[in-house]
């Protein structure tokens, strides 16, 4: 059966991720201990004992969640399962290209960690924020950013056929709230320490872009999709390209998927902490079959799961 893995983004991290993953497999252990030599803390005290608080902060949540999925996925191909493709939700971009193999994982953990950290300090540069929208068509959505948003909020994650996130001024994004409320929408405003997937990261970009340049990328040797174009990356002289532009654009998650299920894949696997990614497969795919793994565990039944279909 053809399958798709996928990784999760930031919003998915939680105290005591990858700690099942590290009591049982030497692998995790190694992969643990890599990242903190690399970033210079522990991060294996930090993914299982927190402080919530820290865990949160984006400098700290991206490399964190970047080590769990990679050593999920590390897990899973100890098991024998292999996927056709791989696609990550924001920051699992870069789970996928580590996974790939596009990017090494001591790579991968330097991007990030300054990303992460681009990305706070834009953040506590300006007043934006992010919600989400649900239940409320787009068309109606994009109407509400013409009259109120001025420009100042834009689409951010076009997650599911129900699910739009937005991102932008505060203010704005409050009186887009209003608006979706009274539509019988439901507005969500997510925490999260900035306006994320917006124009109020450009100057992480910018920044971003001179880290990019000194790191080499290589060839997929899986297919990964792209979350700019919801199509699969290329030529790898392309990445850092897409990658800061990542910071500006939105995330075209449902179209990512949808691309997956047109090229035959039916079993989509959630590679990482949390549920949120497989949610979004069940809201916008019929037939799916999709599964969870952040646990030895869990691996082991996805290959009972992946034998029976």
Known sequence: MKTAFLFPGQGSQVVGMGKDLWEHSETAREIFAQADEILGFSLQKLCFEGPEEQLRLTEYAQPALLTVSYAAYLELVQTGITPAVMAGHSLGEYSAL????????SDGLK???????????????????????????R???EE???KLGEGKVVIANLNSPAQIVISGEKSRLELIGQEVVARKGRFVPLAVSGAFHSFMMQEAAEAFQGVLRQVTF???????????????IGDPADIPELLVRHLTS???????????????????VEVGPG??????????????????VASGEDAKKLLAISEEV
């Open 98 to 105: 580590v996974a790939s193999g596009a990017l090494s994982f």
């Open 111 to 137: 991007l990030v960690r300054e990303r992460g950290r681009l990305m706070a300090e834009a953040g506590r540069k300006t007043n934006g924020g992010m919600a989400a929208v649900l239940m409320l068509e």
């Open 139 to 141: 068309a109606i959505l």
């Open 144 to 146: 509400l950013l013409d």
């Open 218 to 232: 290589n060839k997929p040797q899986t297919e990964v999709i792209a979350n700019l174009t919801a199509a699969p």
């Open 250 to 268: 939105p995330v075209r998650w449902e179209e990512s998927l949808r691309r997956m299920e047109q090229d035959g894949v039916r079993l989509f």
């Open 275 to 292: 549920k949120v990614l497989s949610g979004l497969v069940k809201k916008t795919l019929t037939g799916a079959v999709i599964a969870q």
